[in-house]
């Protein structure tokens, strides 16, 4: 028999490490091995027949009674580069940020907030940014739109009339999304900071005024070269966040 500490402490998932751990099966070695890639390859395109595959199996995503509140545009090539250029434009010229709803407390508080600037400051250690450094910090914050090099971004939208329940419903279908392109060897990274401009992206990309954005993501494959892709953020243990009841 195991001893005490033995049975409270998890297996070894490899949590967003690039190759899964030990007895993993394929649905766990997706899920473990995801993570958000902020450097990918530019030059290697992913094929349209393949997004539509990957999306085609992330519609069988669960929503409320059914509705699917999901719609994606997916860019690539000079439409990728409009919306890219017009969200610098904007930013480098003092245009504020248009949120479109709150995706981050007003007032942060533990353990969130320290969860939030362990992930900073791992990222900016491996890029070499000292806190202060404000013009770096805010090129690296601007790597977002440009999608970090990958040659695939997709933007997820719904109506504006539909309420919280669909929110779930599209963050269910984002990782379903996320999942099946690990499935392929592809990486990806979702994207709230392109909500901050989302009626502008909106008009580049020609989303419905009666949407709003809900997130965007890279898609393509990492750049294994480049050192803030060695960032792997850590994991609470089910032990840490579950009660269970009548087990």
């Known amino acids: 028999m195991p001893d005490a500490a033995e ?9 967003g490490r690039r190759e ?15 993570r958000s890639v902020r450097a990918f390859l530019k030059d290697k395109p992913v094929d349209r027949a393949l997004v539509e595959r990957i999306l085609n199996v992330a519609a069988r995503a669960p929503s409320g009674t059914n509705v699917q509140p999901w719609h994606v545009t997916v860019v690539t090539g000079e439409t990728k580069e409009k919306v890219s250029a017009a969200v610098h434009a904007k930013r480098d010229g ?3 940020p248009e949120m479109g709803y709150n995706y981050y407390p007003v007032q942060w508080f533990e353990p969130y907030l320290g969860r939030r600037r362990k992930l900073g400051w791992d990222m900016y250690g491996l890029l070499d940014i000292a ?24 933007f997820f ?21 996320m999942i099946a392109a690990r499935s392929h060897g592809l990486d990806t ?12 992206v909106g ?14 993501l890279c898609l393509g494959y990492e750049d294994t070269t480049e050192a803030v892709n060695d960032l792997y953020s850590e994991r609470e243990a089910a032990s840490n966040f579950t009660k269970f009841i009548g087990f």
Request: aromatic share 10%; with cysteine; glycine share 14%.
């Open 7 to 15: 049975q409270i402490s998890p297996p070894d998932f490899g949590y």
């Open 20 to 34: 899964p751990a030990e007895g993993l099966n394929g649905a766990e070695a997706a899920i473990t091995t995801r």
């Open 94 to 96: 003092g245009g504020k």
């Open 131 to 154: 806190k202060g450094e404000r013009e770096k910090t805010y090129k690296q914050h601007g790597r977002n739109f440009e999608l970090f090099d990958a040659p695939v971004g997709l």
């Open 157 to 177: 939208h719904m109506d504006k009339r539909l309420e919280v329940g669909s929110f779930l419903d599209m963050g269910l279908f984002v990782q379903s999304v």
């Open 189 to 200: 990274c979702p994207q709230a900071a392109w909500v901050d401009y989302g009626d502008l």
């Open 203 to 216: 008009s580049v990309i020609g989303m419905p005024e009666d949407h709003m954005l809900i997130c965007g």
